[in-house]
């Protein structure tokens, strides 16, 4: 039987193992085993991707493993390396040192490091709302931005071409002018690993398609002898495993990866937020978001302790784990110990492994990951909303990358004012035969009453739209007839009041009371509102038994003079 929630909350680490029973153990091998069949083509190719060597994806994952399973509440969340986040922070430490050199991986591994401490701090101080920062317009944007990055890095591999540098777009210039030159054999091992992957995941995710296709491409190096035609390979992986070690960077190297560990922390936090809440441990319950900023936080502390990256949740291997039988973070502590062995035992097996091989993988992430259905839809049904969908994916892929990333956040955060700004003054009017108020509108059949004017703001009263609400509603006032001897502001909607907007409702009230307009406040139901009246002195311009618990009543009460 489950340990009762009191109990399992009260788990200091590995909460996600506090219900394991006996009767978990035969799923959770087979999820970590499948979990551990699509990580390790899936890891290489990420390290691959950042400019490190294959096995520094594997500790990558071993450390998210472990971390999470330490840390985190989510039973089924795989956190490793991620295509969305190593395009961003490897073109922020190619700033700074030469791909696949110590130095280069010295400055991750301190990257790890402050990203880890940045969520461990977003979750001990329950900073969770920091997920809701890119709406969903912004998101979608960003991942096709992230796409392109992903495909045009890939491209070279595949074609079998050298990798030019320069931005995106003079990159995709310079392969489009050598495509004559492309390698027949690398092209066939990458769109025939794409073909294999994309084919896999159509008929059943739980299917290794990646690391099948590796296996196949793998013999054909070999059977072929295609090293000799131009077909490059992995090389001779070292099974080390990973020790703790400290990068050695001189401090103000520190403050300078400052700015980008705050922004791969921010894109984890949404990623881990969106994933933990699409794979819930218990239906009945909230994702515990704050919980799984501990674990994945210290995913990247163990990843910069063990010499590699940042680390972030994955959708896709995290609904692997929950649809082939997984019930507890064992099976993402099975998998990670698969690929210790991997490293231990049969490095050597991974020395023929072609790149093309791993860039058709990327090139299938970097096309799962648009979501063109939903682009789709955002185009139909919200046009501006799209532009932002454009404007985002277009900065990501003109800007250096983690510009283009500052630039979508900031995207997203104007977005949110400018909808806050646009919350419109609304008038009410009295439906016959009830006491209810509704707002006016071509299909709301209803009354005005002489001299008692209802308005309402809905949405937050904030310095971005008080002084707009305060001239609205002596506007309202001014332009009916008869001149209203009673004012009702309906505020159900103003679940805030900041100070500006509070200093606007007494200049407000003072000016009708001046005017010999009656003010009443109905439907003040936010805790946070009902405060701000408090703390701002509101009641000494607004009788306290002016406020009301629904328009009706105010009218009833006030209206009858």
Request: aromatic share 8%.
């Amino acid at each position: 039987m489950a340990q009762p929630p009191a109990t399992r909350a009260s788990w200091p680490i590995f909460r996600s193992l506090a219900g394991f029973q006996p009767s978990n153990l035969p799923g959770d091998l087979i999820a970590g085993l499948t979990l551990a069949a699509i990580a390790i083509p899936e890891q290489m190719a990420t390290a691959r991707l950042g400019g490190f060597s294959p096995q520094i994806g594997f500790f990558a994952f071993m450390a998210g493993s472990l971390g999470f399973a330490m840390l985190g509440a989510n039973r089924f969340l795989s956190c490793g390396a991620d295509s969305t986040i190593t395009p961003i922070f490897a073109a922020g430490l190619a700033l700074m040192a030469t791909a696949g050199s110590p130095d280069y991986q010295s400055l991750a591994m301190a990257l790890a490091l402050m990203v880890g401490a940045i969520m461990i701090a977003g979750g001990l101080f329950k900073l969770g709302w920091i997920a809701n920062l890119l709406s969903t317009p912004v998101t979608v944007g960003f991942l096709a931005g992230i796409s392109v990055h992903i495909l045009v890095s890939q491209l070279p591999g595949v074609l079998g071409l050298t990798t030019p540098d320069g931005p995106t777009l003079y990159k995709l210039g310079v392969l489009a002018e050598n495509i004559g030159q492309t390698n027949a054999y690398t092209l066939a091992i990458g769109l025939g690993v794409l073909a294999l992957v994309a084919g896999s995941e159509k008929i059943s995710a739980r299917i290794p398609g990646a690391l099948i296709g590796l296996v196949v491409a793998t013999i054909a190096v070999i059977a072929g002898h295609l090293e000799s035609k131009g077909v490059k390979v992995v090389g001779i992986v070292p099974g080390s495993l990973p020790k703790p070690s400290f990068p050695d960077i001189a401090p103000e190297r520190w403050i300078k990866l400052l700015s980008l560990a705050i922004l791969i922390a921010i894109v984890v936090m949404v990623q881990t937020a969106a994933t933990t809440r699409s794979f819930l441990s218990d239906p009945d319950k909230p994702a515990d978001v704050d919980r799984d900023f501990l674990g994945a936080g210290a995913g990247s502390l163990l990843a910069g302790l063990f010499g590699a990256f940042p680390v972030n949740a994955s959708p896709p291997r995290t609904g692997i784990v929950s649809e082939t039988g997984g019930r507890t973070q064992l099976s993402g502590l099975f998998a990670a110990a698969i690929v210790l062995a991997l490293l231990a035992f049969g490095a050597t097996l991974l020395q023929h492994v072609p790149d093309a091989a791993l860039g058709g993988v990327l090139l299938f992430v970097a096309l799962r990951i648009i979501r063109v259905k939903q682009i789709i839809t955002i185009f139909r049904q919200s046009f501006y909303e799209f532009l932002l969908v454009v404007a985002t994916a277009a900065a990501i892929i003109v800007l250096p990358i983690e510009q283009g990333v500052a630039v979508g956040i900031a995207l997203s955060l104007l977005h949110g004012i400018w909808t806050t700004t646009q919350g419109q003054l609304a008038e009410f009017v009295h439906v016959p035969g009830t006491t209810i108020w509704w707002p006016a509108g071509p299909h709301v059949t209803g009354e005005r009453k002489p001299g008692i004017a209802v308005v309402g703001l809905q949405a937050p009263l904030s310095f971005l739209n008080a002084e707009g609400f305060h001239g609205g509603v002596l506007k309202t006032i001014g332009h009916a007839t008869p001149k209203p001897k009673l004012l009702v502001i309906e505020a159900s909607g103003m679940i805030e009041i900041d100070f500006t907007a509070a200093q606007a409702l007494r200049d407000l009230f003072r000016e009708c009371r001046d005017d010999g307009v009656t003010v009443a406040v109905a439907r003040l139901e936010s805790s946070r509102a009902q405060d701000a009246f408090e703390r701002f002195d509101l009641y000494d311009v607004l009788q306290r038994d002016h406020v009301f618990r629904s328009v009706d009543e105010a009218v009833r009460t006030l209206g009858q003079g």
